[in-house]
Structure formats: C-alpha cells, structure tokens
C-alpha cells in the first residue's frame, strides 16, 4: 500500500509505511543523518534530519516520523537549514575540533556537515566543556569521548548487532557519556573487541589502536626481515581507503603498494587459508570418524572465539584447534620459511593487514608462538595500511597490479572465499567431502551456504554421510543458532561463526563508510562479490590441490594433522567469565 505525499512541491508515492527520511531517499532528497542506522538505531537524537512538514507545530526528526496521506514535506527552507547548522554549533561546543590530526579527517561525517552547513570552528556556545580521558585499555580499541556526540550507534552495534551489550550511556544531562557499566575500562568487560562500533561511529570517538608507526619503524630496520601477508577481504576493500566504488578489487594495487612500502616478502594470506582448511577438514573427518566433540565450530574468527570463551563457554570444546590463517601464516614464516631462507626467528617482523580488530588481541594469545616468538609481530586493519600507503607518497590508484611473492603466491578459490560469511564452510566441504568420497568432486560449489543472511542451514548427502552444516555470522546471529543447539532443538556436524555480520568483509577494521552509504548501499554483497569472482575465475578452487601448500607439507610438515602440523599451526582457547 502506497500514500501520497509531495516533497519541496513535487508529488511522489510511497509505501504506507515509510519514515520521511525513506521517503526523501527515494525522492533522490540527501537528508543528513548523524545518530540514525537502518534496522538498529532510530532514535531521533542528532536533530540533523529535521524537516517542516505543513500543519505541524514544529519541525519533526525525519528518521522516526512516519508519512501520512497528503503530507507536504519541506526539506531545504532557510528555516531547516538554520535549525540544522544550530544543532551542529551545538554538537561542537563540546567537542575537541582537533580535526587536522584526527583519525577521522576527511571521512568524519560531523566534519562533513559542518562544511556543508557553513559551521566554523569557533566557539558560539560558551560555558562548560567536559574533558575526559582516553580508554586505550585494550589491544584493538582507542575510545577518545572528547569527540564522541552522543549518537549511540555504537551501542546499538554492540547491544543489537552483536548481542554483546558491553558499552552504554552513562551519567545523565550534560556529563552523559558512553563507557562501560561502573565505568570499568573495555579491558575489564567482556567486549570481544570486534570493532563493530568503529565502523558505525560517525566520528574520531573510535579507533583501531593506530600501530602504523611501528611498522613503519620496523620495516626501516635493517637488521630485520619485514614480511607482510593480506587477508583475503582486504584487497575487496582497501579500493575504498582512495575513493574507488565499494566491490573494486585492487589485489594487484595493494601488493604493489606493500612492496613500496618496503617489505621484503608479500604473501598471500588465501594461501594459509588454505592450509587451514586442510587442517580443519582433517579434523572434522577425525571428529566424525572416531567420535570426537561434535559440531565441530570454526575458529579463524578471533571475535568469535572472545565470545564463545565468555558467553559459550560450554562450546570451547566445540572449537577447531587450528589456529586461524593470519597466525598459521607468522607460523610457518618464523619455522618452514626461516629454516628455509637460514634467518633467525627472532629477525622476522611478520606483519599481517586484516579486516579485523580482534586480530590484534590474538596475536598476543598464549599458544600463538610456534617457533618460541609471537607467531605474527603486527596486525593492522586495512584503514592502517591505506593511512600507511597515503604517508609513504604513494598514488594508489595508478599502481600497476603486480603478483604476490614466491613461496607463498598462490592461494585457491577456497582461500579468497574466506573472506565472506559461508566461504570457510564452502571451502571445507570442498576438500572435505573429497576426502570421505576418495574421489575428485564434480561440482565444487554449494551455494546454500552462500548469501548474507545471519543463519544458514544446510544438509549435504556426501557418500553415506548425511553431513549437516549451519553458518551464522555477526555474534547476535551466532547465539540465536547456538542456543538452538544448546537445547537440543537441532544438530549439525559442522559449524561455521563469523563475529562481524556478513563475514570479514564487514569486519571491525574495514574502512568506514557514513551512514547514507552504511544504510542504503549493500556493502557486503558488493565486498563479497568480488572475492566470488576470484573464486570463479581461478584456476585452482579446491585448498588441496594449491600446489604451494602441497610443497609445504611435502617439504615440512608431512600430512595434515601429523604431530608437527600440531605443533605449529594448532592453539588452545580458555573459559573466560563474562
Ligand atoms: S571527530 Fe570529526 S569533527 Fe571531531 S575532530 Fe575528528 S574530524 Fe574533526
Ligand atoms: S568491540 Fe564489539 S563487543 Fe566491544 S564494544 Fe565494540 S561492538 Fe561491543
Ligand atoms: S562513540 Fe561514536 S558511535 Fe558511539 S555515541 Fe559516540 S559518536 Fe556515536
């Protein structure tokens, strides 16, 4: 059912149960938001989006009022445009306007509408500022609340996107603020550090603990092998950091851009994806063959193991041993490749560049240390590098595309679908479901696990196995087909978990995009589909036939599960409380 309505004098017709800032969308009307998410966060609390609407008394916030029959709705009066640049004036009087050095310069979207509305940073409400300090309590997030506004889009990601529920609005009037509940800093609560609030915050209030300083220094140091690997979403993504349209795929660009930098070895993390999955699937036939713990969970997810160990802990057991590709990867650098090259362990600056927030705690895990060092010495989140490549004077965009370094080049099909929700289970049925048939497969791909749907269910009839799967992403997602489990209410053999909605497409260190993008644009779908073209377009799409990974057990490590792949690519994971 539709309503008509007329928009700055023109008629349109909309569905009945529009808000008028949906209606403004399809009226191709860009109405500025800062506090309102599609779906989690309509709270009408930034007062940006108010329009006149004829009859009514006052201006209404367009995100939460609905339209009506006949409605005429006033966008751009001089009397709007006033009410809006008086609510930013408002929004800076408490804010610390040092956008020159803010991590979120040039993509802030309070900075943006600031310039649009003629607000300049001088002070035209006088009076009381409050001053707080940083939280960089943790690993992988930096809240600065100096510049936070109040929107709460980060609580609604971490309460309704992630069921997480660690950070909240504290105090009342004007000391509100956001923090964690008695004011504990985000280490001392169970966040699983997933950076699903970063990509939603609108501003500099959240970051990735900045560690491209560091790297940089590293990579200067001569005496050191600095060596770098990218994740398999990163290169559907790091397009976005210099202005290409989300789904751009710039693989060929980014190792070019890293071998600028100055690394001495850049790796393809597809390929220990790989070498994961042929761990992972050896485990899954062993647990099912010789009645072992089952559903069998999948672990490459560090957000996902935080919060399995702190809200699932019953499902530790469930988890996969393997350690996931970004720390198989420092593994096999700092062991097979330093024995191979006859470098010292400890001369190895292994950096990886993911999608994730969580990553950075991980590397800092007990049991993530093969050769006696951190397997993996950096990670950074795609925003890092692209801040690293803007810093280096590189021009991104008129790269060449050039090809990963040799020994670790090639990674399959089922090493770049990792990067999306459904793609590590895709890629494990593959190798898995050859292995129980002892035949090579005829069709590789099972669509059913595809998509970006929080929950997938499938059975798959593999020889006399009916082997049954479940795919969840974005933790929410995750507990819902959980709690099925824990009840008893369905079975599966082999489970797939994502922390970020979508898979690590979408993850915590992805570059931000504001909201009229976040909201209106399907960024995951774009984001994945270009490592399904990948997929589609390689010539090796199953993970036991890359032939690299083959030479690395033929050469190091024997068979997948022998004691040393033990040894050096398997981990432990402990029950935290909440
Ligand atoms: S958050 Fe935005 S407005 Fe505030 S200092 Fe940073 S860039 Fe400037
Ligand atoms: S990192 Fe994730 S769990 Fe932690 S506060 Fe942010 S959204 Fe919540
Ligand atoms: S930290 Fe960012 S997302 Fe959270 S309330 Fe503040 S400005 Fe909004």
Not at 267 to 278: E, G, Q, R, V
Request: glycine share 8%; charged share 25%.
């Amino acid at each position: 059912m539709n309503v008509n309505l007329k928009i700055n004098g023109v008629a349109y017709s909309v569905p009945k149960n529009a808000t008028i800032l949906d209606a403004c969308k399809a009226a191709s009307i860009h109405i500025p938001t800062l506090c309102y998410l599609k779906d989690i966060n309509a709270i009408g609390a930034c007062r940006l989006c108010l329009v006149e609407v004829k009859g009514a008394r006052s201006m209404v916030a367009s995100c939460v009022a609905p339209v009506n029959e006949g409605m005429e709705i006033f966008t751009n009066t001089p009397q709007v445009r006033r009410a809006r640049k008086l609510n930013l004036e408002l929004i800076l009087s408490d804010h610390d306007k040092s956008c020159l050095s803010c991590v979120r310069n040039k993509s802030c979207e309070l900075q943006k509408y600031c310039v649009e509305y003629g607000v300049t940073d001088e002070n035209y409400f006088k009076g009381k500022t409050n001053e707080f300090s940083k939280d960089e309590s943790t690993l992988s997030i930096v809240r600065d609340n100096n510049k936070c506004i109040l929107c709460r889009r980060c609580v609604a990601a971490c309460k309704v996107t992630q069921n997480v529920g660690v950070i909240g609005a504290n105090d009342r009037g004007f000391d509100t603020h956001i923090g964690c509940a008695f004011e504990k800093d985000l280490s001392d609560s169970p966040c699983i550090l997933c950076g699903q609030c970063i990509v939603v915050c609108p501003t500099g209030a959240l970051s990735e603990r900045d560690q491209t300083d560091e790297v940089l220094e590293a990579i200067a140091d001569k005496s050191k092998h600095a060596l770098v690997c990218t994740a398999p979403s990163v290169r559907a993504t790091l397009g976005e950091c210099f202005g290409n349209e989300p789904g751009t795929d710039v693989e060929g660009k980014m190792v070019a851009a890293l071998r600028r930098i100055g690394f001495e070895g850049v790796f393809n993390m597809n390929l220990t994806a790989d070498l994961t999955i042929l761990e992972e699937a050896h485990e899954l036939i062993e647990r099912i063959q010789n009645g072992g713990k089952l559903p069998l969970i999948t672990s490459c997810s560090p957000g996902w193991i935080k919060f399995c160990e702190h809200y699932y802990p019953e499902f530790v057991e469930n988890l996969s041993s393997c350690k996931s590709p970004q720390q198989m990867f420092g593994a096999i650098a700092k062991t097979y490749y330093a024995q191979k090259m006859g470098w010292n362990p400890e001369d190895i600056i292994f950096v990886s560049v993911i999608p994730c927030t969580a990553k950075k705690f991980e590397v800092k895990r007990d049991g993530q240390s093969a050769a006696g060092v951190y397997d993996v010495d950096y990670a950074i989140t795609t925003r890092e590098l692209g801040k690293m490549i803007e810093r280096s004077g590189i021009s991104f965009n008129s790269l060449p595309d050039e090809d990963f370094d040799n020994p670790f080049q090639l990674g399959s099909g089922a090493g770049a679908i990792f990067g999306a929700t459904g793609g590590v289970m895709e890629a494990a049925l593959r190798t898995a479901a050859e292995a129980i048939l002892n035949k090579p497969l005829e069709a590789v791909d099972f669509t059913e696990v595809r998509g970006v749907e929080g929950v997938k269910k499938a059975t798959y009839r593999i020889g006399d196995l009916e082997l049954k799967v479940a795919v969840a992403s974005g933790t929410s997602n995750a507990a819902e087909l959980l709690d099925l489990v824990k009840s008893g209410e369905e079975e599966f053999h082999f489970i797939e978990i994502m922390a970020c909605p979508g898979g690590c497409v979408n993850g915590g260190g992805q570059p931000t995009q504001p909201s009229y993008v976040r909201n209106y644009v399907p960024l995951k779908e774009l984001r994945a589909a270009v490592l399904y073209n990948a997929d589609k377009n390689l010539g090796i799409r199953k993970s036991h036939e890359n032939p690299q990974v083959i030479e690395i057990y033929e050469e190091f490590l024997g068979n997948p599960g022998s004691h040393k792949a033990h040894d050096i690519l398997h981990t432990h994971y402990i029950k935290r409380g909440k």
